[in-house]
């Protein structure tokens, strides 16, 4: 079945920097990866998502590229400001179901 | 327009108890999944329900769990006899239609059950 690595599992960086987190997955029929962001105690919300027929999304400070033939997908997020700290977690579709990367806790200091 | 709700947001349970876990899609859509998220883990896919249907279960641990989709009302996951390592996070998500499972799946804020 899909199985979903990421890294890195934890990210510091400081405020107006970039991160960048990095997704590889098993399943070659995956088309579908959505990124999720998770707050303290709150359910995961989407934030940007892709499909195999794109290899590159923005939308404003976030973008997602996709190369299907290596099988791996990365976010990036520019300007960095305090409140993109959270955890963050990749997911690549199954017929039925997302399967989920182990997430990534950014931290951003100010 | 709500999102997806969940309650309870909190549930306590002693060893060998039932818990119900109850999830409203949000409007309009027919689909709903559950994942189970354990402490410093990524989310576990567990059922994937439409009105009426259980279409895939396979992340169902096969005893003492089990979920529905009634054609009204909220769905329903449901754990018997709760054990210590049944306490986590569970989150409903739904999406407006399956083409392939490219849908976008929108989620709940969690229900957290502690077991004692």
Redesign the interface.
């Known amino acids: 079945g899909e199985n979903v690595e990421q890294h890195p599992s934890t990210l510091s960086v400081q405020e107006g920097d970039s991160a960048v987190i990095k997704c590889t997955y098993s399943d070659s029929a995956s088309n579908y990866f959505p990124w999720y962001k998770q707050e303290l105690g709150k359910g995961p919300q989407l934030i940007i998502d892709i499909r195999s027929n794109v290899g590159e999304k923005k939308d404003q400070r976030i973008a997602v590229t996709l190369n299907k033939t290596a099988k791996h997908f990365s976010l990036h997020i520019t300007e960095t400001q305090p409140e993109d700290s959270a955890v963050y977690f990749c997911a690549a579709s199954t017929k039925t179901a997302l399967i989920f990367g182990k997430g990534t806790t950014l931290s951003v200091s100010s | 327009n709500a999102g997806?709700m969940?309650n309870p947001r909190h549930l306590v349970r002693r060893r060998g108890q039932e818990a119900r876990l109850r999830c409203s899609p949000m409007k309009g859509h027919s689909h709903v999944?559950w994942?189970r998220q354990l402490p410093e883990?990524?989310?576990?896919?567990m059922v994937?329900l439409q009105k009426e249907n259980i279409?895939?279960e396979s992340?169902m641990p096969k005893e003492r769990f089990s979920a529905e989709f009634p054609k009204e009302g909220p769905s329903i996951l449901r754990i018997q006899q709760v054990v210590r390592g049944d306490s986590a996070a569970y989150?409903c998500a739904s999406s407006l239609l399956q083409r392939?499972?490219?849908d976008?799946?929108?989620?709940?804020?969690?229900t957290r059950l502690t077991v004692l």
């Open positions: 997806v969940q999944y994942y883990e990524g989310l576990k896919f994937y279409i895939d992340g989150f392939g499972s490219t976008t799946q929108y989620f709940g804020p969690g």
